[in-house]
Structures are given as structure tokens and as C-alpha cells.
Nanobody
Framework: QVQLVESGGGLVQPGESARLSCIVSGDIERISGMGWYRQAPGAQRVWVATVVPDGRTSYVDSVKGRFTISRDNAKNAVYLQMDSLKAEDTAVYYC??????????????WGQGTQVIVSS
């Protein structure tokens, strides 16, 4: 019953920015880790960034200094601000959340993905 919906993808010029959003809905008691993954054409899905409930963040080396992950616990939302985008950032970006439901069950949930294309 938990659902994640991403938005904000699209076509972006190299060097420009984009902001992805993900909203989690359903029978939520609380959310622990939230993060973003991406899958480039012909490649496997890889981890990009994580934010834990107290706001601490982690990033894959290739996006450090360019991407910023954040969350709004009141809105059950996670965001990914992407600056200085490169062609190699082109991928489908997926939102991920570990959700403790109101029935006390813990699940690992994924959004449907949003396409980011970095091209001139």
C-alpha cells in the first residue's frame, strides 16, 4: 500500500541543474533511510545518494559536490538537487525508502523512476 512517486525529470543541458522530488504515501508510521538510485542505458541500477532521518547524507563519488539530497519528514518527501549536470548523469532515477508501516512491518520501496537526459 506504500507508494513512491517521483517527478522532476526531463531534458537538461550540460552544466545546468534539475531537481527531483519523491513523495511517499500510504500507511506510514515512519521512514528510515531515503535515497536515490539511477540506471543508465545498458547499465545496472546503482546507488547515488542516501539521507537518514537526522539529515546526514552520503553520496557516490561521481556526484559529490554536484548533487544534494535532502528530505522533509513532515511531507514524507525526499529531493535530489542536481547541479553541473554532465552527459554521464543521463539515467532513469529511482527513489527509494525504507518504510515502517502502521502495522509495524518494514518494507523497502521503490518509485517508478523518472528519466533525466543531459544533452545539448
Amino acid at each position: 500500500q506504500v507508494q513512491l512517486v517521483e517527478s522532476g525529470g526531463g531534458l537538461v543541458q550540460p552544466g545546468e541543474s534539475a531537481r527531483l522530488s519523491c513523495i511517499v504515501s500510504g500507511d506510514i508510521e515512519r521512514i528510515s533511510g531515503m535515497g536515490w538510485y539511477r540506471q543508465a542505458p545498458g547499465a545496472q541500477r546503482v546507488w547515488v545518494a542516501t539521507v537518514v532521518p537526522d539529515g546526514r547524507t552520503s553520496y557516490v563519488d561521481s556526484v559529490k559536490g554536484r548533487f544534494t539530497i535532502s528530505r522533509d519528514n513532515a511531507k514524507n518527501a525526499v529531493y535530489l538537487q542536481m547541479d553541473s549536470l554532465k552527459a554521464e548523469d543521463t539515467a532513469v532515477y529511482y527513489c527509494n525508502a525504507v518504510v515502517i508501516s502502521t502495522n509495524r512491518r518494514t518494507g523497502d520501496y521503490w518509485g517508478q523512476g523518472t528519466q533525466v537526459i543531459v544533452s545539448s
